[in-house]
């Protein structure tokens, strides 16, 4: 005889206890790379006794924290000796090339970790509850811990986005005057004028986060075609005649009327037939998908007083509305991050006879 299943009966809360705890796992996570387990795992210290020396940790809280990991997927572990996975060893152990540890100094600071403290007081307002704007504060030194950190996180989208303009800028001329706004580490300028060598870097952020940029471009090898602007995008001395103008991470702060204002500020500094490049988390218009994109407005709702995941047609919208035409849309493969390029209309006969 065939048993009949009843559907409610397999609803359990579990699902809901495992978000209700997921702060745990994070802590698991940031523990291990504040006692930089994985890259004792990596020199060769598996078991838990070489893994307590070399941490300066009890044998105890070792062995939970890497059978946490393993649970976690972390780590494996076989005769009681642990080993890092392929994620781990790639983007956990320090001596990788590729390690992005350093964004706990960024994802779980302060200013981030704080904001999200009472999402129902955050939803009541409509946006932010720390004070000051939140994240947007002129010169919060938050920012400055991102510039330092993000660099290995942001480096893959960047010469993604590098390579995709320059296969598209094939046959015309080479830009000769690169905005990057909001630069941050600068990586995504400093990816660009590495494949446009006669071209001059502008980078715009606050003065201590602007300096991190200039450091990264002393390193690449480009600092005598590096200039810094420190200030907001919204008022500081942008220039004029930047053939591209990069949006890297930053229209998604701000509500739609402050981004219309930008945009067409940026559109005014640009040469005819000049390139906006907006990099972004973009969802699709249902705006619950793709999830990183979708979950990333909530982000924007707990750190900013307007700032929103904007989907590709309002991103589009906007563009329209400040004068920029023939928009392409870009996915970078595996990654979140979604590209928008959009050219500076040229001017119409008319236009140009007044």
């Not at 649970?71 to 983007?91: C, H, I, M, N, Q």
């Not at 037939?273 to 709702?301: K, N, T, W, Y």
């Amino acid at each position: 005889m065939t048993e009949t299943r009843d559907p409610e009966r397999d609803v359990g809360p579990q699902h809901i206890f495992t978000l209700l705890g997921a702060y745990q796992q994070t802590a698991a996570l940031r523990g291990a790379i504040e006692l930089d387990l994985f890259s004792a795992i990596s020199a060769g210290a598996g078991s838990v006794g070489r893994l307590a020396s070399r941490c300066r940790a009890a044998e105890r809280g070792i062995r939970i924290l890497c059978d946490t990991l393993v649970v976690l997927g972390l780590l494996t572990r076989t005769d009681e000796r642990y080993a890092l996975t392929p994620d781990s060893a790639k983007f956990l152990d320090r001596a990788s090339p590729a390690c992005v540890t350093d964004v706990v100094r960024f994802l779980m600071s302060e200013t981030i970790t704080g904001s999200f403290r009472d999402i129902a007081e955050t939803v009541r307002r409509g946006g932010t509850i720390m004070d000051a704007g939140g994240t947007l504060a002129p010169d919060h030194p938050v920012w400055v811990d991102f510039a330092a950190s993000m660099v290995p996180m942001m480096r893959p989208p960047a010469e993604a986005v590098a390579s995709l303009l320059e296969r598209s800028l094939r046959g015309e001329p080479a830009p000769r005057s690169i905005l990057d706004v909001a630069a941050g580490h600068g990586i995504f300028g400093i990816a660009m004028a590495l494949r446009f060598p006669q071209a001059e870097l502008v980078a715009l952020d606050w003065t201590d986060v602007v300096d991190v940029a200039r450091r990264n471009a002393e390193r690449a090898g480009i600092a005598d075609r590096f200039r810094a602007v420190a200030g907001s995008a919204f008022d500081a001395d942008l220039g004029s005649g930047h053939d591209l103008v990069l949006l890297p991470n930053f229209l998604h702060h701000f509500s739609r009327g402050e981004c219309v204002e930008l945009l067409a500020r940026l559109h005014a500094t640009m040469a005819p037939g000049g390139r906006v490049v907006i990099v972004e988390f973009i969802p699709d218009e249902d705006r619950i998908s793709p999830r990183d994109s979708a979950l990333f407005a909530l982000v924007m709702l707990a750190t900013t007083p307007a700032g929103d995941a904007y989907t590709w047609s309002e991103y589009e919208s906007m563009l329209s509305e400040c004068g920029f035409g023939s928009h392409q849309r870009h996915g970078l493969g595996p990654l979140p991050h979604r590209v928008i390029v959009s050219r500076k209309k040229a001017p119409t006969s008319a236009r140009a006879e007044r």
